[in-house]
C-alpha cells in the first residue's frame, strides 16, 4: 500500500469519526434546546459553570454543525480524490486554528481585559434573562446554592433586573444566606442581602478555572495537534492528486 493509499484511508476513517462525532453533538444540542431541565438534572455541577456563560443547546449545534460539515468535506473529498472539497476542508481548519490561537494570545496577554469583557457580557445576561423560565437561570440557581455565592459579583448585580423587578425588589434567596441561617426568598430585601454581604460566584469560578488549567490546556493542545495533522494529510493529498 502506498503512503497515498494509506493516508487516504486514514483521512476517511478520521473524518467519519468527525462527521459522527458531529452528528451526535448536534443531537445533543438540539435535546438541550428543547429539554434542558433534564440536562441539568443529568450533568448538573458541570453543566451549570457552563451556562452561566454560553447557552448550552446552541453552542454545542454550532460546534455539531461544523463538526458535521467538516467530517463530510474530508471523508468526501479523500474518497473522490476532490481537490476542491479538500482545500475547502484545509481552509475551514486554518480558519478555526487561527481563531483558537488568536483567542488564546488574547486570553493570556489580555486576561484583565478578557475577565472584564466577560464580566460586562455576562451581568448583562444575569439582568436580563434571571428569572426566566430558561437554562440560565436553572444554572445560575444550582451554581449559586453549591457555591453559596450570589450573583456575579455581589447582590447588587440583580438590581434593576428582570427578577428584581418582578419580584418586587427582592434578590434570589441565596444572597441572604448564610453559615447559621437561611431566609426565605420573601424576606431577602435590600437590608438584608447587605447585612449578609454574600460574595459573588465570578472569583470562585476562576478559581475552579485555574483549578483544572492544566487538564484544558493539554485538551487544548491535543485538538491543535489534530488540527495540524488533519490540515498537513489533506495538503499533501491534494499536492499528490496533480501527480496522479
Not at 449559586?144 to 425588589?169: A, I
Amino acid at each position: 500500500m502506498s503512503c497515498f493509499t494509506f493516508l487516504k484511508v486514514m483521512m476517511i476513517l478520521f473524518n467519519l469519526a468527525i462527521f459522527l462525532g458531529g452528528a451526535t453533538l448536534l443531537g445533543i444540542g438540539i435535546w438541550v434546546t428543547v429539554d434542558s431541565k433534564s440536562f441539568l438534572n443529568i450533568f448538573g455541577a458541570i453543566s451549570a459553570s457552563v451556562l452561566q456563560f454560553v447557552h448550552v443547546g446552541y453552542l454545542l449545534i454550532a460546534i455539531g454543525v461544523i463538526l458535521f460539515l467538516l467530517g463530510f468535506l474530508g471523508c468526501c473529498g479523500a474518497q473522490k480524490e476532490s481537490k476542491c472539497l479538500l482545500i475547502t476542508f484545509f481552509s475551514i481548519i486554518l480558519i478555526i486554528f487561527i481563531i483558537e490561537v488568536a483567542g488564546a494570545v488574547v486570553a493570556l496577554v489580555y486576561t484583565s481585559l478578557a475577565q472584564t469583557l466577560l464580566q460586562a457580557t455576562v451581568a448583562k445576561l444575569l439582568k436580563d434573562d434571571y428569572g426566566k423560565p430558561n437554562p440560565l437561570t436553572e444554572a445560575w440557581n444550582i451554581t449559586m446554592t453549591k457555591l453559596n455565592c450570589c450573583g456575579l459579583s455581589n447582590y447588587t448585580d440583580f438590581d434593576d433586573s428582570y427578577f428584581y423587578k418582578n419580584s418586587k425588589d427582592l434578590y434570589p434567596e441565596q444572597c441572604c444566606n448564610s453559615s447559621s441561617l437561611s431566609l426565605s426568598a420573601s424576606t431577602c430585601n435590600r437590608t438584608v442581602a447587605e447585612s449578609f454581604a454574600v460574595k459573588g460566584c465570578f472569583d470562585q469560578m476562576l478559581t475552579e478555572i485555574r483549578k483544572n488549567a492544566a487538564v484544558v490546556g493539554g485538551v487544548a493542545a491535543g485538538i491543535g495537534a489534530l488540527e495540524i495533522g488533519a490540515m498537513a494529510v489533506s495538503m499533501y493529498l491534494y499536492c499528490k492528486m496533480d501527480e496522479k
